[in-house]
């Protein structure tokens, strides 16, 4: 049960107070009956209109966003945009977030949603949710590079990463390579390679679990994710 202020805005594409003066100036009716109480608790069984119309959409939205360079993973910043201020108009008001970050100059796949719970449980430490990225590199990865991401790199700081892959296809270039990782620290692909003398110079993730990112999906642009794609995140991954 959650309360018809928040449930009119999840699934009705209003904003929190429009849902709230939809509310008090008598345009909403629960089980046919006017409801003016923003904090009623209500449900799925509910019959609930706004203006007569029934609102039925999902609750949770799950959005795969080819995330451009030069945005913040935010919902709201006083200097840059924002990967919500780049969503079409009809996805701006639905209580939307970047589930994880990925750095303004990275690239690639982002997950925005508002179901919290699916957040939480992909960032959790505990989940092991794999990361794969493209890694353009000023330098060549080297057989010592690789042996060391598998071992676990240590910051100079002492942190230590958990075994990470490092994949090259040296026919192409040297200089890219495929990074798996299982976990999110800040700025952690970068500083994995930095920390072997390599700085990054061009970063992508590819994909988050099983969902891997559409290939026909411009940089910049998004797309609705199905529950079977949804799902794919907790695919393979160790729990
Ligand atoms: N690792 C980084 O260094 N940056 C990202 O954006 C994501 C992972």
Excluded: W
């Excluded at 030069?70 to 209580?95: F, Q, Y």
């Excluded at 690789?146 to 040296?170: T, W, Y």
């Amino acid at each position: 049960m959650e309360r018809l202020d928040k449930y009119i805005s999840s699934r009705g594409g209003y904003s929190r107070r429009d849902a709230q003066k939809l509310i008090k100036s008598g345009c909403v009716a629960v089980a046919g009956e006017i409801c003016r109480q923003t904090d009623l608790k209500v449900g799925e069984d509910d019959e609930i209109t706004v203006n007569g119309q029934a609102v039925c959409g999902e609750q949770y939205v799950y959005i795969m966003m080819n995330k451009p360079a030069g945005v913040v993973s935010a919902t709201k910043d006083n200097r840059d945009r924002t990967v919500l201020d780049i969503l079409p108009d009809e996805l701006k008001r639905r209580g939307l977030f970047p589930a994880g970050r990925l750095d303004k100059d990275t690239e690639g796949l982002l997950i925005i949603t508002n179901d919290g719970d699916f957040a939480h449980r992909m960032l959790s430490p505990k989940k092991h949710v794999e990361k794969k990225y493209i890694a353009k590199l000023d330098g060549a990865i080297t057989e010592e590079t690789i042996k060391r991401f598998e071992d676990g790199i240590i910051f100079s700081d002492g942190v230590k990463c958990l075994p990470a892959k490092l994949e090259i296809n040296s026919e192409t270039d040297e200089n890219v390579g495929i990074v798996t990782i299982c976990e999110g620290k800040f700025h952690q692909v970068k500083k994995m390679f930095s920390t072997c003398g390599l700085n990054v110079v061009h970063l992508k993730r590819i994909s988050v679990g099983n969902l891997y990112l559409d290939s026909n999906l411009p940089i910049g642009c998004c797309k609705s994710l199905s529950k079977l794609d949804v799902k794919q995140v907790f695919v393979g991954n160790i729990h």
